[in-house]
């Protein structure tokens, strides 16, 4: 349990400094100051802002990549089309690119409804999408 721990605590900071390097220096992150449960480290936070222009760019090649899915599924089902290595490669291509979507929409901020304020505290991000 004690190697567990020390394992969880290095993925985390490991995490955070992918972040903070990934992130911060390029404008995709906010710090999220005066917000309840938000956790600053070195200035930085992980949690991305719901209005990135990146994250629009991210959600738009993530409509191609459904149009292009909802088109060649019912293709290669019906004609037994898609067994060459460049149409596996790009399912394989999408597929990583939708796993990652997932892990990522669990570090982006929202909006709430009811009052309308951007939360960024990665903990109810996570109660949200949960």
Same mark, same amino acid.
């Given at each position: ?51 990135? &222009? @990146?994250?629009?760019?991210? !959600?738009? #090649?993530?409509?191609?990549?459904? %149009?292009?899915?909802?088109?060649? +599924? ?30 990522? &929409? @669990?570090?982006?901020?929202? !909006?709430? #409804?009811?009052?309308?304020?951007? %939360?960024?505290?990665?903990?109810? +991000? ?5």
């Amino acid at each position: 349990q004690h190697k567990v721990g020390r394992l969880c605590k290095r993925l985390r900071n490991s995490l955070h400094c992918l972040a903070v390097f990934c992130c911060c220096h390029r404008g995709l992150v906010t710090l999220g100051q005066g917000q309840k449960g938000a956790r600053r480290r070195c200035g930085c936070s992980i949690v991305i802002h719901p209005d990135n &222009n @990146m994250l629009l760019l991210w !959600k738009l #090649v993530g409509a191609c990549f459904a %149009i292009y899915l909802a088109f060649s +599924i019912p293709y290669c089902l019906a004609f037994d089309a898609c067994r060459s290595s460049i149409a596996r490669g790009i399912d394989d291509t999408i597929d990583v690119y939708f796993m990652c979507d997932v892990v990522l &929409n @669990m570090i982006t901020g929202f !909006k709430d #409804v009811e009052s309308g304020e951007t %939360i960024m505290s990665l903990p109810y +991000i996570i109660r949200e999408y949960a």
